[in-house]
């Protein structure tokens, strides 16, 4: 029997082990749900997980329907789209299944599926969210297929708004789905450079929440714990995707991820969400390029922060030995070096820079972000140069 399993209630219900999968119909009837709508991306609505799950919740008399028109930075018509089906089918609950894309459409479905507002009266204003009603919320079960985004123990989703080319942020507290399935069974079949690039999303997660200025000792342990079974982890998990302890170990690192990130994100998730909003790269891909770049930047005020962490980790235990890790690591996992590699140019930098100065996560990287200083950083990550980014 795999030892890596248990039943945790913090932050949420959690059912984590290989092979949890199993009681998917059992945990849907739990929340009340006799007719769930499964919520996937179209890549995994073909794939054995997904046909299987419907099939043995079939098999448990528990009818579940299918909505894949999800996208990669999944836009508002998905969640639109999707909150029409729920509607028309008669459905009263959603299993949100697969990385962070359908994670978040799946959780906004789910607080759309009875409000009369459109989806961006939600966003916006500091308390917009209070006016969602909360008996027009359906329970949510997610079911993680990629250790990275975290977001089945997220109060928010990322979505964009088309019209502006800008990700927004959908938060409701109700939004943190009632019960997980974390099997890490299910992210076996995840290719390598997938795993690399959701791998080191939970790392950039965990290592913005350390850095973060906020008191929040809680999310720091948390923090902390998580680089550590990254470090151990993701290399088995990219090389030998059969590993499942790395598997496992890399999925409870990105639940933990986002648990500490309530302690606030950085400049690589400030500045990650416009270059991905505006030219479509892969979220986690993006943080792993500009994580360097983002250290050198704060160096001056997270020095003493970065030595302890690189103590915890085993490593030399220094800023530099710490930069070294992330460097090596990097390398190790095929993460490329500088933002020019991801067709970003000298000619994106000043908007890049404007929507960056303004996204909600950048309010906690450890120095304050300005447009001068976001150009400069920009550009050294676009041209590769590391000691250019140093502020
Ligand atoms: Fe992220």
């Avoid at 938060?171 to 795993?195: E, W, Y």
């Avoid at 140019?345 to 100065?357: D, F, Q, S, Y």
């Amino acid at each position: 029997m795999n030892a890596l399993q248990g039943n945790w209630n913090y932050p949420t219900a959690v059912r984590f082990g290989a092979g949890r999968i199993s009681e998917l119909a059992e945990a849907c009837r739990a929340l009340g749900m006799s007719r769930p709508l499964l919520v996937t991306d179209r890549g995994l609505a073909g794939l054995p997980i997904v046909q299987e799950a419907i099939t043995a919740n079939q098999g448990a008399d528990l009818p579940t329907g299918l909505f894949s028109d999800v996208q990669g930075n999944p836009v508002g018509q998905n969640v639109d789209d999707g909150v029409a089906v729920f509607r028309n089918d008669g459905h009263d609950g959603v299993i949100a299944m697969g990385g962070g894309s359908a994670l978040d459409v799946g959780k906004a479905i789910a607080l759309m599926a009875g409000q009369t507002r459109p989806l961006w009266d939600f966003e916006g204003g500091a308390d917009w969210w209070t006016r969602v009603d909360p008996d027009g919320m359906a329970p949510v079960v997610a079911v993680p297929t990629t250790s990275g985004t975290g977001s089945e123990v997220g109060r928010a989703s990322v979505i964009i708004d088309a019209s502006r080319h800008t990700k927004k942020i959908i938060f409701h507290p109700g939004m943190l789905p009632a019960t997980v399935i974390a099997d890490p069974a299910l992210t076996v079949g995840l290719p390598p450079h997938l795993t690399a690039w959701t791998g080191i999303d939970a790392l950039s997660h965990n290592l913005e929440a350390w850095c973060s200025p906020l008191f929040h000792p809680m999310a720091d342990g948390i923090a902390l714990e998580g680089m550590q079974l990254i470090r151990r982890a993701l290399p088995r998990a990219v090389t030998d995707g059969a590993d499942l302890t790395a598997r496992s170990e890399m999925m409870i690192a990105s639940t933990m991820g986002a648990t500490a990130f309530q302690k606030g994100l950085g400049g690589m998730h400030a500045i990650a969400h416009p270059i991905g909003a505006t030219l479509n790269t892969h979220h986690g891909r993006t943080n792993g390029v500009l994580m360097p770049y983002v250290l050198m930047f704060n160096r001056s005020v997270i020095e003493d922060r970065l030595t302890d962490a690189a103590r915890y980790l085993n490593l030399t235990p220094s800023f530099d030995g710490f930069l070294s890790w992330v460097l090596e690591l990097r390398e190790q996992i095929g993460i490329p070096h500088a933002l020019s590699d991801l067709g970003v140019g000298e000619e994106h930098i000043e908007i890049l820079a404007r929507l960056a100065v303004v996204e909600p996560c950048g309010a906690t990287n450890p120095k304050t972000l300005s447009i001068p200083n976001l150009e400069r950083l920009i550009a050294a990550a676009v041209a590769g140069d590391l000691e250019a980014a140093a502020g």
